[in-house]
Nanobody, 126 residues
Framework: QVQLAESGGGLVQAGGSLRLSCAAS????????MGWFRQAPGKEREFVAA????????YFADSVKGRFTISRDNAKNTVYLQMNSLKPEDTAVYYC???????????????????WGQGTQVTVSS
């Protein structure tokens, strides 16, 4: 059982930046592909970004491409989501998730992830 805990959310003005962290209990985090998803009020959960176990493979939703980056430090059992040029439409609860394999362009599928964190709120004011 992998436990995930997100942190780093908060309130930021449009155009600003935030870095989210996802700390995992699993000491062999490199065995897991990691993803970030988000859910805004009244909307369905949507995919944001994913990264392979090694960190060499990444995949982004079109809505965040060029603004967000995903990275990982397996020695620290932590995955990061750097969010730049934030927009009000980025406001949501952000969740990290862990899955057994990296599926590249199929990483958007939430059913491919076995473990989920509790989420951290990101609010972008206009």
């Amino acid at each position: 059982q992998v436990q995930l805990a997100e942190s780093g959310g908060g309130l930021v003005q449009a155009g600003g930046s935030l870095r989210l962290s996802c700390a995992a209990s699993e000491r062999t985090l490199s065995s897991y592909a990691m993803g970030w998803f988000r859910q805004a009020p009244g909307k369905e959960r949507e995919f944001v970004a994913a990264i392979s176990g090694s960190g060499r493979g990444t995949y982004f939703a079109d809505s965040v491409k060029g603004r967000f980056t995903i990275s990982r430090d397996n020695a620290k059992n932590t995955v990061y989501l750097q969010m730049n040029s934030l927009k009000p439409e980025d406001t949501a609860v952000y969740y990290c998730a862990a899955g057994p394999s990296y599926y590249s362009t199929n990483s958007y599928r939430a059913d491919l992830y076995d473990y989920w964190g509790q989420g951290t709120q990101v609010t972008v004011s206009s």
